[in-house]
Protein backbone atom coordinates (compact mmCIF):
# COMPACT_ATOMS: atom_id res chain seq x y z
CA UNK A 1 0.00 0.00 0.00
CA UNK A 2 2.50 2.62 0.64
CA UNK A 3 4.29 2.09 -2.61
CA UNK A 4 1.08 2.86 -4.01
CA UNK A 5 0.94 5.98 -1.96
CA UNK A 6 4.93 6.50 -3.10
CA UNK A 7 3.84 6.35 -6.52
CA UNK A 8 0.36 8.58 -6.22
CA UNK A 9 2.59 11.61 -4.87
CA UNK A 10 5.08 11.87 -7.07
CA UNK A 11 2.52 11.65 -10.05
CA UNK A 12 0.62 14.43 -8.30
CA UNK A 13 4.35 16.42 -7.88
CA UNK A 14 5.19 15.87 -11.29
CA UNK A 15 1.62 16.80 -13.20
CA UNK A 16 1.43 20.28 -10.61
CA UNK A 17 5.09 20.92 -11.98
CA UNK A 18 4.18 20.10 -15.64
CA UNK A 19 0.80 22.37 -15.24
CA UNK A 20 2.87 25.00 -13.56
CA UNK A 21 5.59 25.26 -16.88
CA UNK A 22 3.62 24.50 -19.38
CA UNK A 23 0.32 26.98 -18.71
CA UNK A 24 2.95 29.57 -17.21
CA UNK A 25 0.09 32.59 -16.96
CA UNK A 26 2.67 35.19 -16.79
CA UNK A 27 3.59 37.16 -20.28
CA UNK A 28 6.17 38.76 -18.85
CA UNK A 29 9.00 38.91 -21.02
CA UNK A 30 11.66 40.02 -18.23
CA UNK A 31 12.40 36.12 -16.41
CA UNK A 32 13.21 38.90 -13.11
CA UNK A 33 10.38 39.96 -11.02
CA UNK A 34 10.31 43.95 -10.94
CA UNK A 35 10.20 45.58 -7.72
CA UNK A 36 7.28 45.70 -5.65
CA UNK A 37 6.94 49.54 -5.99
CA UNK A 38 6.84 49.05 -10.18
CA UNK A 39 3.73 46.79 -10.21
CA UNK A 40 0.34 48.01 -10.78
CA UNK A 41 -2.43 45.32 -9.57
CA UNK A 42 -5.74 44.92 -11.77
CA UNK A 43 -8.59 44.07 -9.01
CA UNK A 44 -11.89 45.34 -8.81
CA UNK A 45 -12.12 47.02 -12.19
CA UNK A 46 -9.62 48.81 -10.80
CA UNK A 47 -5.74 49.66 -11.50
CA UNK A 48 -3.92 50.12 -8.19
CA UNK A 49 -1.62 52.19 -8.24
CA UNK A 50 -3.52 54.58 -11.37
CA UNK A 51 -0.61 56.86 -10.94
CA UNK A 52 3.07 55.37 -10.83
CA UNK A 53 6.20 57.02 -11.40
CA UNK A 54 9.37 55.15 -12.29
CA UNK A 55 12.62 56.02 -14.31
CA UNK A 56 14.11 55.30 -17.29
CA UNK A 57 15.15 51.96 -17.40
CA UNK A 58 12.42 50.58 -14.95
CA UNK A 59 10.35 47.57 -15.29
CA UNK A 60 6.14 47.61 -14.83
CA UNK A 61 4.31 45.14 -14.52
CA UNK A 62 0.58 44.76 -14.56
CA UNK A 63 -1.10 41.90 -13.25
CA UNK A 64 -4.16 40.77 -13.28
CA UNK A 65 -6.15 39.70 -10.00
CA UNK A 66 -9.79 40.02 -11.60
CA UNK A 67 -12.05 36.97 -12.53
CA UNK A 68 -12.40 38.78 -15.96
CA UNK A 69 -9.94 39.75 -18.63
CA UNK A 70 -8.37 43.11 -19.06
CA UNK A 71 -5.29 44.82 -20.88
CA UNK A 72 -2.55 47.12 -20.05
CA UNK A 73 -2.56 49.60 -23.52
CA UNK A 74 -0.75 52.83 -23.98
CA UNK A 75 -2.98 55.36 -25.38
CA UNK A 76 -0.47 56.16 -28.15
CA UNK A 77 0.49 52.45 -28.72
CA UNK A 78 3.59 52.00 -26.90
CA UNK A 79 2.50 48.83 -25.99
CA UNK A 80 -0.07 47.02 -25.64
CA UNK A 81 -0.19 43.83 -23.18
CA UNK A 82 -3.01 41.67 -25.05
CA UNK A 83 -5.77 40.54 -22.92
CA UNK A 84 -4.61 39.46 -19.38
CA UNK A 85 -6.54 36.41 -17.93
CA UNK A 86 -6.95 36.16 -13.94
CA UNK A 87 -3.50 35.86 -12.36
CA UNK A 88 -1.66 36.29 -15.71
CA UNK A 89 0.82 39.92 -16.12
CA UNK A 90 2.89 42.11 -18.65
CA UNK A 91 5.92 43.83 -18.14
CA UNK A 92 6.99 46.48 -20.12
CA UNK A 93 10.79 48.31 -19.71
CA UNK A 94 10.28 52.16 -20.18
CA UNK A 95 13.05 53.31 -22.23
CA UNK A 96 12.11 57.48 -22.41
CA UNK A 97 11.02 60.06 -19.81
CA UNK A 98 7.92 61.04 -20.25
CA UNK A 99 4.12 61.32 -19.54
CA UNK A 100 2.17 58.01 -20.54
CA UNK A 101 -1.70 57.29 -20.44
CA UNK A 102 -2.84 54.09 -20.56
CA UNK A 103 -6.16 52.41 -20.23
CA UNK A 104 -7.79 49.06 -20.65
CA UNK A 105 -9.26 48.30 -23.88
CA UNK A 106 -12.10 45.85 -23.01
CA UNK A 107 -13.13 48.39 -19.94
CA UNK A 108 -12.40 52.44 -21.16
CA UNK A 109 -13.01 53.35 -17.68
CA UNK A 110 -10.06 51.78 -16.17
CA UNK A 111 -7.41 54.21 -16.73
CA UNK A 112 -3.96 55.12 -15.23
CA UNK A 113 -0.53 56.74 -16.16
CA UNK A 114 3.05 56.34 -16.00
CA UNK A 115 5.80 58.92 -15.68
CA UNK A 116 9.15 57.91 -16.33
CA UNK A 117 11.91 60.66 -14.86
CA UNK A 118 15.28 60.78 -15.10
Do not use: E
Amino acid sequence: MSRIIHSILIVTALAAGITAWGCGGNKSTNSNPPPPGNSVSISGFALSPSSLTVSVGDTVTWTNHDGVAHTSTSNTGVWNSGSLSNGQSFSFIFSTVGSFPYHCTIHPSMTGTITVTQ
